[in-house]
């Protein structure tokens, strides 16, 4: 009796704590995790922003609504692992505003001034839209 006892405890200290190993691996995921969503805040912020430029001219319609799609797609997915993550609805809201806010310093609030946007950020936003959940594709060019 006393030795069963002794291996129910046992188990049960097992099943409380895993293996340390295990604690970790768990902690660098949600660390990949959290940077595969910034990464994929900061592109939404880029998609709104090509998008509500180009839509200025009827000539670029098209590309506006590539950048539509591309931007609603990585929104709803982004959506979806900031609530695993545990990420609020405000502080998304506010990681959104953030990278919206130093886009549109970096192009001086006007559209004009795109090239630099795109430059700095379409060849990463366009393999984060592509495949997000895969930030070996995400990798800033050299």
Request: charge should be positive.
């Amino acid at each position: 009796m006393r030795r069963c006892t002794i291996g129910l405890a046992v188990v049960g200290i097992l099943l409380a704590y895993p293996p340390a190993g295990f604690a970790q691996q768990s902690e660098a995921l949600r660390r990949l995790r959290l940077t595969i969503h910034q990464d994929m805040t900061t592109c939404i912020a880029f998609f709104r922003i090509v998008n509500r430029c180009l839509a200025k001219n009827a000539q670029y319609a098209k590309a506006a609504a590539t950048y539509a799609k591309a931007r609603d797609d990585l929104l709803y997915k982004s959506i979806l692992l900031g609530k695993q993550l545990g990420i609020s609805e405000e502080e998304a809201k506010s990681r959104l505003g953030a990278a919206t806010d130093e886009m549109t310093e970096l192009m001086q609030s006007d559209c004009v001034n795109m090239p630099t946007l795109l430059g700095r950020h379409l060849d990463k936003c366009t393999a984060v839209a592509t495949d997000p959940l895969n930030p070996l594709k995400h990798k800033e060019p050299k």
